[in-house]
């Protein structure tokens, strides 16, 4: 079992950047895949970027090129980079975890959910 923590939300102006980081406690973390979802208001939950077990990297289009994924196995961490930021990207982050190789592109695919954190982005 695993327990997360997300950190690194906050306001930020259009076309400027944030880092989120997803803290993971518990064992083998390297065990898991690790992706990042977001929730706007009154919006289904989407995914937005997710790193595999082996370290594949895999996003969702509305994203390409302006979100990165990053894991330190080490650190029990899990990185998500934004950056060009848009209002539109203004959502509750969540970070998610799944036991095995790779937790595809849908939250029914993850077990493991942290609490979320807000990022504003205002225009």
């Known amino acids: 079992q695993v327990q997360l923590v997300e950190s690194g939300g906050g306001l930020v102006q259009a076309g400027g950047s944030l880092r989120l980081s997803c803290a993971a406690s518990?064992?083998?973390?390297?065990?898991?895949?690790v992706a990042w979802f977001r929730q706007a208001p009154g919006k289904e939950r989407e995914f937005v970027r997710g790193?595999?077990?082996?370290?594949?990297?895999y996003y969702a289009d509305s994203v390409k090129g302006r979100f990165t994924i990053s894991r330190d196995n080490a650190k029990n961490s899990v990185s998500l980079q934004l950056n060009s930021l848009k209002p539109e990207d203004t959502a509750v982050y969540y970070c998610?975890?799944?036991?095995?190789?790779?937790?595809?592109?849908?939250?029914?695919?993850?077990?493991?959910w942290g609490q979320g954190t807000q990022v504003t982005v205002s225009s």
């Open positions: 518990g064992r083998a973390f390297s065990s898991y895949a």
């Open positions: 790193i595999s077990r082996s370290g594949s990297t």
């Open positions: 998610a975890a799944y036991l095995g190789l790779y937790g595809g592109t849908s939250s029914d695919d993850y077990n493991y």
